[in-house]
T-cell receptor, first 112, second 110 residues
Framework: DQQVKQNSPSLSVQEGRISILNCDYTNSMFDYFLWYKKYPAEGPTFLISISSIKDKNEDGRFTVFLNKSAKHLSLHIVPSQPGDSAVYFC???????????FGKGTRLHILP | NAGVTQTPKFQVLKTGQSMTLQCAQDMNHEYMSWYRQDPGMGLRLIHYSVGAGITDQGEVPNGYNVSRSTTEDFPLRLLSAAPSQTSVYFCASVDKEGYTFGSGTRLTVV
């Protein structure tokens, strides 16, 4: 049973527009959420995170929103750039275990 | 349930010991990979395989061997464990719908 769900395997966005990647989770014990970015033949690299005590965290062009009641988080990238084309993983961890649970990933294509 | 099964979940090794981390998937995925997760370093790719009989090195392959004799299994071998290999290891298999990660193996080398 998937505890972290990314329901869109892929997403195409025009360069300069906003990219919104969505993620849902089922485990209410998760209290820390992360987004990772992955290029081909490399491991995922950390992008941005959010603690459950917050509902928004911003870092440059990247903003993560957390809606705990809906068990939903999203990553906004604005403006989208060609180098943002990659696979994005949503991940979560809980208080009792720092092991991270990953979603299946969303492949983002930034169109020229 | 279909998915990726990693064993063991926890392991403590002494320096110099060898061991194999097991990874099996029942989804008939061709692409499988091994990562290690270290604080502040994301997931680093160790080795990957695009199908039975085919393996290749990732970003941090030293000290690890892999083989892919079947589509289902992709074991990771530590030849002579070192404290620097203390980490959490994730196996993943991939198809067009995305990545499926195993639950991870926490390895401590003392």
């Amino acid at each position: 049973d998937q505890q972290v769900k990314q329901n869109s395997p892929s997403l195409s966005v025009q360069e300069g527009r906003i990219s919104i990647l969505n993620c849902d989770y089922t485990n209410s014990m998760f209290d820390y959420f992360l987004w990772y970015k992955k290029y081909p033949a490399e491991g995922p690299t950390f992008l941005i995170s959010i603690s459950s005590i917050k509902d928004k965290n911003e870092d440059g062009r990247f903003t993560v929103f957390l809606n705990k009641s809906a068990k939903h988080l999203s990553l906004h990238i604005v403006p989208s750039q060609p180098g943002d084309s990659a696979v994005y993983f949503c991940a979560a961890s809980g208080v009792s275990d720092d092991k991270i649970i990953f979603g299946k990933g969303t492949r983002l294509h930034i169109l020229p | 349930n279909a998915g990726v099964t990693q064993t063991p979940k926890f392991q403590v090794l002494k320096t110099g010991q060898s061991m194999t981390l097991q990874c099996a998937q029942d989804m008939n995925h061709e692409y499988m990979s091994w990562y290690r997760q270290d604080p502040g370093m994301g997931l680093r790719l160790i080795h990957y395989s695009v199908g039975a009989g085919i393996t290749d090195q990732g970003e941090v392959p030293n000290g690890y061997n892999v083989s892919r004799s079947t589509t289902e299994d992709f074991p990771l071998r530590l030849l002579s464990a070192a404290p620097s290999q203390t980490s959490v290891y994730f196996c993943a298999s991939v198809d067009k719908e995305g990545y499926t990660f195993g639950s991870g193996t926490r390895l401590t080398v003392v």
